[in-house]
C-alpha cells in the first residue's frame, strides 16, 4: 500500500492564481480530510469528507474549496491564491469509527508571493 | 471553540532521562486524546491513544489523562536522541483538534 499520497510537494503560487492540491489513499478509508499547518504551530482543519460526495467545513475553510467523488481521491482547490496561504498542506485519512488513528500523507509545502 | 494547550518550548533533556510533556484541554465533555509525533520536514505519526482516565503505557510511552483537571500529560522513559521531534497533543474523535505542539531535545 502505498498510503496516502500527495503531489506536488512544493509550490510556488503567485498572487491570484488558483491551483488544486490532489490527495490519495489506497486503504479503503471512509474518512478524508485537509489540515493547514503554519510555522510552529499545530495543525488546523479546512475541510473534511465522511464518504464520497458529502464534504464539510473545518475550522479555517475560506478561500478553498473540496469535492470528493471517489473513496480514494479528495482534491483541495485554491482560488485567487493570498500570502496568507502560505502554509504546509497536509492530507490525511481514517477508517472511522473503527479506528479514531488518522494517517498522514507528506504534506505540500505551498509558498504565495 | 474546542482548545488544546501546549507549551511550545523547546524542551531539553539528556539522552537516558524522562521527558515529560503536558497539555491542557477546554471542552470538559471531550473523550479521547492523542500523542502524534513530528519530525522536522515530516508528518505528524500517532504514538498514543488514550481515552480513559489513569495512565496507558506502550513500551518507552506513558500517557496519562486527568479529566477532572483536563490534563494529558507524555511521559517518555530512557529518551534517545531519536526521540527529538514535536510532539502534538491532540483531543477529538472524527474530528481533531491540535495544540501547538512541544519541540523536544534530546542531548546525547
Known amino acids: 500500500n502505498a498510503g496516502v499520497t500527495q503531489t506536488p510537494k512544493f509550490r510556488i503560487l503567485k498572487i491570484g492564481q488558483s491551483m488544486t492540491l490532489q490527495c490519495a489513499q489506497d486503504?479503503?478509508?471512509?474518512?478524508m480530510y485537509w489540515y493547514r499547518q503554519d510555522p510552529g504551530m499545530g495543525l488546523k482543519l479546512i475541510y473534511y469528507?465522511?464518504?464520497?460526495?458529502?464534504?464539510d467545513k473545518g475550522e479555517v475553510p475560506n478561500g478553498y474549496n473540496v469535492s470528493r467523488s471517489t473513496t480514494e481521491d479528495f482534491p483541495l482547490r485554491l482560488e485567487l491564491a493570498a500570502p496568507s496561504q502560505t502554509s504546509v498542506y497536509f492530507c490525511?485519512?481514517?477508517?472511522?469509527?473503527?479506528?479514531?488513528?488518522?494517517?498522514f500523507g507528506p504534506g505540500t509545502r505551498l509558498t504565495v508571493t | 471553540q474546542k482548545e488544546v494547550e501546549q507549551n511550545s518550548g523547546p524542551l531539553s533533556v539528556p539522552e537516558g532521562a524522562i521527558a515529560s510533556l503536558n497539555c491542557t484541554y477546554s471542552?470538559?465533555?471531550?473523550?479521547?486524546f492523542f500523542w502524534y509525533r513530528q519530525y522536522s520536514g515530516k508528518s505528524p505519526e500517532l504514538i498514543m491513544f488514550?481515552?480513559?482516565?489513569g495512565d496507558k503505557e506502550d513500551g518507552r510511552f506513558t500517557a496519562q489523562l486527568n479529566k477532572a483537571s483536563q490534563y494529558v500529560s507524555l511521559l517518555i522513559r530512557d529518551s534517545q536522541p531519536s526521540d527529538s521531534a514535536t510532539y502534538l497533543c491532540?483531543?477529538?474523535?472524527?474530528?481533531?483538534?491540535f495544540g501547538q505542539g512541544t519541540r523536544l531535545t534530546i542531548n546525547p
Open positions: 486503504m479503503n478509508h471512509n474518512y
Open positions: 488514550i481515552y480513559s482516565n
Open positions: 471542552d470538559r465533555g471531550s473523550q479521547s
Open positions: 491532540v483531543e477529538g474523535a472524527q474530528k481533531l483538534v
Open positions: 469528507s465522511v464518504g464520497a460526495g458529502i464534504t
Open positions: 490525511a485519512s481514517s477508517y472511522f469509527p473503527a479506528t479514531y488513528e488518522q494517517y
